[in-house]
C-alpha cells in the first residue's frame, strides 16, 4: 500500500522550490467530541464547517460504562455526516486497555474508508506503533480499504520522551505527535493537578535587590518548554506534524492562547480544542500573523533565488532567513487556500 508523502520536504538550496509542496492539510485545531452522548453528534454537522479536525474520543474522559456506546456513537457520526476537506480522527484506548482491540476491529470495519487518523495514546516506543502498524494493515486488506490509516501518537509518558525519536520513525504510517501534559505530569511525578498550562509555583527569582525591602521579582516559567522542544526535533527529523495537546482551564482563554502561541512558534501546527471557545483561539493562533507574512513576503521578494545577504528595516537576511521566511509563507498559503 501506498503511504502519502511526509509533511515536511528539505527546502532546496539556491533555487526556490515550488510554494506549498507538498500538498498539508491544514490541522490547527483537533477538537475532541465525546460520542456517547447524542447531543453532541447532533452537532456534529455544524462542527465540521467551524474545525479542521473532529475527533471522536473514546479514552480517558469518556466513563468505564460507556466506553460501548461511545464507540457506537463513533460510527454512527462516520456514517453519517460528510466531512468533506475537514478531517475525521478517533483517539482510541491505550494498549494495555480492554477496549483497545474492539476499538481497532470496529472503527476500521465500520467506517475504515473514512477515518483518516487513529490517535493512539500512551505511546512507549516504536513497538506500540508497530503493533498497531501491523493490525491496521490487515484490517485495511480484509476491509478492502484502499487509503492508509494514519497514526497520532500522545507523548504522554516519561518512556515515551525517553523513546521520542524512535516512535516518530517507527512507521511511514505516523502522521503526527501531540503533548499529553496531564498524564505526563503524572507519569513523571511532577507535583501538579493541572492539565497542561504554567504553574504559579515554577518560576524564577530574581536576585536580591540593593534595596533592603524591594520585593523580588518572580518570573513564572514554561513546565512543558523541554518536552515540545525534543518532540518538535523528532518531528521535524522525521517528515511528521507535531502538535501541543489539552489546554484544561476553560475560564482562562489568554493562559491558552499563551500556551498555544508558544508552541506554534516552537514548531507545532495545531493543539487540541476540548471546548468550542478553544476552536477560535487555535484559529487564530495557528494562522501566521499578516504582520509576519507581509514581513517574509518582502525577505522572498529581496532575494529571489534565496541566496546572498541583504538589509532590511536594519535586520539582516540570508539563506536561512529566506528559509524561515518560507516557512511562514507557505504556512499563509495554506490557511488562504
Ligand atoms: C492528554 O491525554 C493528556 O494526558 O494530557
Ligand atoms: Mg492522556
Given at each position: 500500500?501506498?503511504?502519502?508523502?511526509r509533511?515536511?520536504?528539505?527546502?532546496?538550496?539556491?533555487a526556490?522550490?515550488?510554494?506549498?509542496?507538498?500538498?498539508?492539510?491544514?490541522?490547527?485545531?483537533?477538537h475532541?467530541?465525546?460520542p456517547h452522548?447524542e447531543?453532541?453528534?447532533?452537532?456534529?454537522?455544524?462542527?465540521?464547517?467551524?474545525?479542521?479536525?473532529?475527533l471522536?474520543?473514546?479514552?480517558?474522559?469518556?466513563?468505564?460504562?460507556?466506553k460501548?456506546?461511545?464507540?457506537?456513537?463513533?460510527?454512527?457520526?462516520?456514517?453519517?455526516?460528510?466531512?468533506?476537506?475537514?478531517?475525521?480522527?478517533?483517539?482510541?484506548?491505550?494498549?494495555?486497555?480492554?477496549?483497545?482491540?474492539?476499538?481497532?476491529?470496529?472503527?476500521?470495519g465500520e467506517?475504515?474508508?473514512k477515518?483518516d487518523?487513529?490517535?493512539?495514546?500512551?505511546?512507549?516506543?516504536?513497538?506500540d506503533?508497530?503493533?498497531?502498524?501491523?493490525?491496521?494493515a490487515?484490517?485495511e486488506?480484509?476491509?478492502?480499504?484502499?487509503?492508509?490509516i494514519m497514526?497520532?501518537?500522545?507523548?504522554e509518558?516519561?518512556?515515551?520522551?525517553?523513546?521520542v525519536g524512535?516512535?516518530?520513525?517507527a512507521?511511514p504510517?505516523?502522521?503526527?505527535?501531540s503533548?499529553?501534559?496531564a498524564?505526563?505530569?503524572?507519569s513523571r511525578?511532577m507535583?501538579t493537578?493541572?492539565?497542561?498550562g504554567?504553574?504559579?509555583?515554577?518560576?524564577?527569582?530574581a536576585?536580591?535587590?540593593?534595596?533592603?525591602?524591594?520585593?523580588?521579582?518572580?518570573?513564572?516559567?514554561?513546565?512543558?518548554?523541554y518536552?515540545?522542544?525534543?518532540?518538535?526535533?523528532?518531528?521535524?527529523?522525521?517528515?511528521?506534524?507535531?502538535?501541543?495537546?489539552?489546554?484544561?482551564?476553560?475560564?482562562d482563554?489568554?493562559?491558552?492562547?499563551?500556551?498555544?502561541?508558544?508552541?506554534?512558534?516552537?514548531g507545532?501546527?495545531?493543539?487540541?480544542?476540548?471546548?468550542?471557545?478553544?476552536?477560535?483561539?487555535a484559529?487564530?493562533?495557528?494562522?501566521?500573523?499578516?504582520?509576519?507574512?507581509?514581513?517574509?513576503?518582502?525577505?522572498?521578494?529581496?532575494m529571489?533565488?534565496?541566496?546572498?545577504?541583504?538589509m532590511?528595516?536594519?535586520?539582516?537576511?540570508?539563506?536561512a532567513?529566506w528559509?524561515q521566511?518560507?516557512v511562514?509563507?507557505?504556512?499563509?498559503?495554506?490557511?488562504?487556500?
Amino acid at each position: 500500500m501506498k503511504l502519502p508523502s511526509r509533511y515536511y520536504k528539505p527546502l532546496a538550496i539556491g533555487a526556490p522550490a515550488p510554494f506549498s509542496e507538498p500538498p498539508v492539510t491544514l490541522e490547527r485545531m483537533i477538537h475532541f467530541v465525546p460520542p456517547h452522548l447524542e447531543k453532541v453528534r447532533a452537532k456534529v454537522p455544524d462542527l465540521i464547517s467551524r474545525v479542521d479536525v473532529v475527533l471522536g474520543n473514546l479514552e480517558d474522559a469518556i466513563p468505564a460504562d460507556a466506553k460501548d456506546e461511545a464507540r457506537r456513537g463513533l460510527i454512527e457520526m462516520g456514517r453519517a455526516n460528510d466531512f468533506g476537506g475537514t478531517g475525521l480522527w478517533a483517539r482510541i484506548n491505550c494498549l494495555n486497555s480492554p477496549w483497545v482491540l474492539d476499538d481497532i476491529t470496529g472503527l476500521v470495519g465500520e467506517i475504515g474508508d473514512k477515518l483518516d487518523v487513529i490517535m493512539l495514546p500512551k505511546v512507549e516506543g516504536p513497538w506500540d506503533i508497530h503493533y498497531l502498524d501491523q493490525l491496521l494493515a490487515q484490517l485495511e486488506a480484509r476491509h478492502g480499504i484502499s487509503r492508509p490509516i494514519m497514526i497520532h501518537a500522545i507523548l504522554e509518558t516519561a518512556e515515551g520522551v525517553n523513546n521520542v525519536g524512535a516512535i516518530a520513525s517507527a512507521s511511514p504510517r505516523m502522521h503526527g505527535m501531540s503533548l499529553g501534559p496531564a498524564d505526563l505530569a503524572a507519569s513523571r511525578r511532577m507535583k501538579t493537578t493541572r492539565v497542561g498550562g504554567g504553574h504559579p509555583a515554577y518560576g524564577v527569582l530574581a536576585d536580591p535587590s540593593d534595596e533592603a525591602d524591594a520585593p523580588r521579582a518572580f518570573a513564572q516559567q514554561d513546565l512543558w518548554h523541554y518536552t515540545i522542544a525534543r518532540m518538535v526535533d523528532a518531528c521535524a527529523a522525521n517528515g511528521i506534524k507535531p502538535f501541543y495537546g489539552p489546554f484544561g482551564d476553560f475560564s482562562d482563554p489568554e493562559a491558552c492562547e499563551t500556551q498555544f502561541r508558544n508552541a506554534f512558534l516552537m514548531g507545532c501546527v495545531g493543539a487540541w480544542s476540548l471546548h468550542p471557545n478553544q476552536i477560535d483561539i487555535a484559529k487564530r493562533v495557528f494562522s501566521p500573523d499578516p504582520e509576519e507574512v507581509r514581513f517574509a513576503a518582502r525577505i522572498i521578494e529581496a532575494m529571489p533565488d534565496g541566496t546572498g545577504a541583504v538589509m532590511l528595516d536594519g535586520k539582516m537576511q540570508d539563506d536561512a532567513t529566506w528559509k524561515q521566511a518560507r516557512v511562514i509563507v507557505d504556512l499563509a498559503r495554506q490557511v488562504a487556500a
